[in-house]
Protein backbone atom coordinates (compact mmCIF):
# COMPACT_ATOMS: atom_id res chain seq x y z
CA UNK A 1 0.00 0.00 0.00
CA UNK A 2 2.74 1.77 0.66
CA UNK A 3 3.81 2.58 -2.87
CA UNK A 4 -0.07 3.66 -3.71
CA UNK A 5 0.60 7.22 -1.65
CA UNK A 6 2.11 9.07 -4.06
CA UNK A 7 -1.21 8.31 -6.15
CA UNK A 8 -3.60 9.63 -3.64
CA UNK A 9 -4.73 12.71 -5.01
CA UNK A 10 -7.75 13.52 -2.36
CA UNK A 11 -9.19 14.59 0.97
CA UNK A 12 -7.67 11.34 3.17
CA UNK A 13 -9.14 10.28 6.68
CA UNK A 14 -7.19 7.14 8.90
CA UNK A 15 -8.69 6.30 11.68
CA UNK A 16 -6.53 3.31 13.50
CA UNK A 17 -7.45 1.62 16.73
CA UNK A 18 -5.52 1.51 19.95
CA UNK A 19 -6.44 -1.25 21.99
CA UNK A 20 -6.98 -0.80 26.08
CA UNK A 21 -4.58 -1.03 28.09
CA UNK A 22 -2.87 -3.24 29.30
CA UNK A 23 -1.66 -4.14 25.96
CA UNK A 24 0.65 -7.67 24.33
CA UNK A 25 4.24 -6.84 23.10
CA UNK A 26 2.69 -7.84 20.05
CA UNK A 27 -0.24 -5.37 20.24
CA UNK A 28 2.30 -2.35 21.06
CA UNK A 29 4.71 -3.27 18.33
CA UNK A 30 1.71 -3.19 16.01
CA UNK A 31 0.71 0.02 17.47
CA UNK A 32 4.45 1.61 16.66
CA UNK A 33 4.06 -0.25 13.05
CA UNK A 34 1.01 1.81 12.70
CA UNK A 35 2.77 4.76 13.87
CA UNK A 36 5.29 4.33 11.14
CA UNK A 37 2.89 3.69 8.53
CA UNK A 38 0.95 6.91 9.33
CA UNK A 39 3.90 8.92 9.08
CA UNK A 40 5.38 7.70 5.75
CA UNK A 41 1.61 8.66 4.54
CA UNK A 42 1.81 12.05 5.87
CA UNK A 43 5.03 12.70 3.61
CA UNK A 44 2.93 11.17 0.00
CA UNK A 45 -0.39 12.37 1.21
CA UNK A 46 -0.84 16.20 1.15
CA UNK A 47 -4.42 16.22 2.55
CA UNK A 48 -4.20 13.45 5.39
CA UNK A 49 -5.89 13.59 8.28
CA UNK A 50 -4.94 10.39 11.05
CA UNK A 51 -7.03 9.93 14.30
CA UNK A 52 -6.64 6.82 16.80
CA UNK A 53 -9.78 5.53 18.01
CA UNK A 54 -8.94 4.83 21.85
CA UNK A 55 -9.51 1.82 23.64
CA UNK A 56 -11.03 0.06 20.20
CA UNK A 57 -10.23 -3.38 18.65
CA UNK A 58 -9.67 -3.66 15.10
CA UNK A 59 -13.15 -3.78 14.38
CA UNK A 60 -13.99 -0.49 14.76
CA UNK A 61 -17.65 -0.67 12.44
CA UNK A 62 -18.68 -3.24 14.87
CA UNK A 63 -17.53 -2.23 18.21
CA UNK A 64 -17.79 2.01 17.72
CA UNK A 65 -20.31 2.41 14.89
CA UNK A 66 -21.71 5.60 15.71
CA UNK A 67 -18.42 7.51 16.90
CA UNK A 68 -16.74 6.05 13.57
CA UNK A 69 -19.41 7.50 11.29
CA UNK A 70 -19.25 10.98 13.32
CA UNK A 71 -15.33 11.01 12.64
CA UNK A 72 -16.39 10.43 8.94
CA UNK A 73 -19.36 12.78 8.20
CA UNK A 74 -16.94 15.54 10.41
CA UNK A 75 -13.79 14.87 7.79
CA UNK A 76 -15.87 14.84 4.75
CA UNK A 77 -18.11 18.26 6.04
CA UNK A 78 -14.73 20.02 7.13
CA UNK A 79 -13.82 19.67 2.99
CA UNK A 80 -17.41 20.23 1.56
CA UNK A 81 -17.59 16.80 0.66
CA UNK A 82 -20.55 16.21 2.14
Do not use: N
Not at 5 to 34: G, M, N, W, Y
Not at 57 to 62: F, G, N, T, W
Request: net charge negative.
Amino acid sequence: AYEAFDRVRCPTLVISARPPEPRRLEEEAHIQLKDKGIERARRSIADLQAEWMEDTVHDIPLQRPGELASMIVSFAARRGLS
